[in-house]
């Protein structure tokens, strides 16, 4: 039987505002994160938009958001369920979310 190990996840009061900034800097990323906006996405669903994206790139983009606090990636049976940080994000850093997703790229 295979396990699935958990991954480290740093503690809410440990995140950077800086590196949230970052990680939320890329339009790779950036997109990751719009798409799990509307809910946790199982680890093949995220990025499915861009199918041309190189796992080894998506697993690269997923390791950021989650080291910079964004998302949780969690085991789920023989998968990994990818969930937005939004209620423990939205405590420390009221209404820098909704601010990032709610703009526009130019």
């Known amino acids: 039987m295979t396990t699935i190990t958990r991954l480290p996840h740093p503690a809410i009061e440990e995140v950077a505002l800086t590196d949230v900034l970052f990680a939320l800097s890329d339009p790779a990323r950036l997109e990751i994160v719009r798409e799990l906006a509307d809910g946790p996405l ?7 938009t861009n199918p041309a994206l190189p796992k080894s790139t998506k697993s690269h ?9 964004i998302v949780r990636n969690e085991p789920d049976g023989r998968r990994r369920t990818v969930s937005l940080r939004r209620d423990e994000l939205d405590a420390v850093f009221p209404g820098l979310l909704d601010s990032v997703l709610g703009a526009t790229d130019r």
């Not at 199982?42 to 499915?48: D, K, N, P």
């Open 42 to 48: 199982s680890m093949a669903e995220c990025g499915a």
């Open 61 to 69: 983009l997923m390791k950021v958001l989650r080291e910079a606090g």
